[in-house]
């Protein structure tokens, strides 16, 4: 079965400063997807990045980016000039591109708590 | 447009009650999946549904749990008689195609959820 290790249960930034959050997992399959959420207080989970497997390119949403290594099994997340709003809890997760059973559910890591100071 | 739509937000009600969770997912998006969030657990799948058909339900808890999806646009999630440990906050998401589909899915607000 696949697992999401998220190593760091928190993480504080100065603001206008990166942070990088760690995110590893298992699995034995070649092709899957994997997500960053964040959970800001109001409980609602955001979409903030995604990345193919099968892509080699690192994915990039404006001062979100990720560090994606597929044979170290590594997906961490680079928040650049950070803000006030970035402070959330952040999830990574992990997604089979298979069928059958219970291939293609969301398989969450147990979040990291950033804190961003002013 | 409009987002997952869930509601309640907060329930609070007494152990042995029966407590439904609504979810409005975001039109057009033919999966609909619901979660429930713990601190000890994190965030779980409890039941999937694609075209309003429920297709993985191993992550229900156990009978008290029931989930229905009588169309497109709208979907249940019961819990009879409700006991202290199912307080949490549960989630829905919507997305486009099967769950193994490379499209996202789409998390509403949540429900917080708690039995006194």
Redesign the interface.
């Known amino acids: 079965a696949q697992t999401v290790t998220q190593s760091q249960p928190e993480m504080s930034v100065q603001e206008a400063e990166t942070v990088t959050l760690s995110c590893t997992y298992d699995t034995s399959e070649s092709d899957y997807y994997l997500f960053w959420y964040k959970q800001p207080p109001s409980r609602q989970m955001i979409l903030v990045i995604r990345q193919e497997a099968y892509k080699q390119q690192n994915a990039t949403e404006n001062r979100f980016s990720v560090n994606f290594q597929k044979a170290a099994k590594s997906f961490s997340l680079k928040i650049s000039d950070s803000q006030l709003g970035d402070a959330a809890m952040y999830f990574c997760a992990y997604r089979s591109a298979g069928y059958g059973g219970s291939q293609g559910n969301l398989i969450f890591g147990k979040g990291t708590k950033l804190s961003v100071k002013p | 447009d409009a987002g997952v739509i869930q509601s309640p937000r907060h329930e609070v009600t007494e152990m042995g009650q029966e407590v439904t969770l609504r979810c409005k997912p975001i039109s057009g998006h033919n999966s609909l999946?619901w979660y429930r969030q713990t601190m000890m657990r994190?965030?779980e799948?409890l039941i999937?549904f694609n075209n309003n058909v429920p297709i993985?339900d191993?992550g229900m808890p156990e009978d008290r749990f029931s989930a229905k999806m009588p169309n497109a646009s709208f979907s249940t999630l019961k819990i009879q008689p409700s006991e202290p440990r199912d307080s949490a906050?549960y989630?829905c998401?919507s997305s486009l195609g099967?769950?193994?589909s490379?499209q996202?899915?789409?998390?509403?607000?949540?429900t917080?959820l708690s039995i006194l």
Do not use: E, I, M, T
């Open positions: 999946f994190g965030l799948l999937y993985d191993s906050v989630f998401a099967g769950r193994a490379n996202p899915q789409h998390f509403g607000d949540g917080r």
